[in-house]
């Protein structure tokens, strides 16, 4: 598995990439957005560590651009900014992941294992007449293909894998945004808004139901 480093910081950098090839892993290091950009291009990699403050192209620009060209590869941001405002603003640019520095390489490593875990897998969750393909990254309402961020796409995911079960917003902030310390749930909010108008479906009486305090719960 290759994965590209877009790291300004070479104590980072070196640090990052002599760990992760000790674990097997291909590494490529880009110092700068554009030089992220340009290897990101050229070499395709597997997945994506990327700082948010970066010369020449911040990480958020960076986020989108490589976004909008793969939006299966995933992307874990690795940041001191940890304010909701600026965790929903990356998780919005298209990064499936976050974690904030100073981080355990451990973590790290975790985190690595189950992003490429969860590409490997090769099936189609229903809910109603939702059918998400986990492979092909797509998801269709009947005969409509729906476009959905990664964020959306595994906060469906994760709710569909869950039928018939309440989800509470810890649970999904622990599951599906990856986050281990104090974070503000309301976040969740913003994105199941959001999933449920792509979707078409009715708050009261679609597929989705929320639970008042708690969380929600998806039903045939």
Not at 5 to 19: C, H, S, T, V
Not at 97 to 114: C, M, Q, T, V, W
Not at 136 to 155: H, M, P
Request: some cysteine; aromatic content about 8%; hydrophobic content about 40%.
């Amino acid at each position: 598995m290759n994965i590209l480093i877009i790291e300004d910081e070479p104590g980072i950098y070196n640090f990052l990439k002599e760990g992760l090839e000790e674990e097997g892993y291909d590494i490529m290091i880009a110092a700068d957005g554009i030089q992220g950009l340009e290897k990101f291009a050229i070499s395709k990699p597997d997945l994506v560590l990327l700082d948010w403050m970066l010369p020449k192209m911040d990480g958020i620009d960076v986020c989108k651009a490589l976004h909008k060209q793969d939006k299966e590869t995933p992307i874990i941001f690795l940041t001191a900014k940890d304010t909701v405002k600026e965790t929903i603003e990356g998780l919005r640019a298209g990064a499936n992941d976050y974690i904030k520095k100073p981080f355990s390489f451990e973590e790290l490593l975790e985190r690595i294992k189950i992003h490429f875990r969860d590409r490997q897998e090769d099936e189609i969750l229903t809910l109603g007449d939702i059918a998400l393909n986990k492979s092909s990254y797509q998801v269709f309402n009947g005969d409509e293909e729906i476009s959905l961020t990664k964020r959306e796409f595994a906060l469906l995911e994760f709710l569909i894998r869950n039928k018939g079960k309440i989800c509470t917003r810890d649970e999904i902030i622990d599951k599906v945004w990856s986050i281990n310390f104090e974070y503000d749930t309301g976040v969740i909010d913003v994105f199941m808004n959001s999933l449920r108008k792509k979707l078409k479906m009715n708050k009261e009486n679609g597929n989705i139901k929320t639970v008042r305090g708690v969380g929600y719960i998806a039903n045939e």
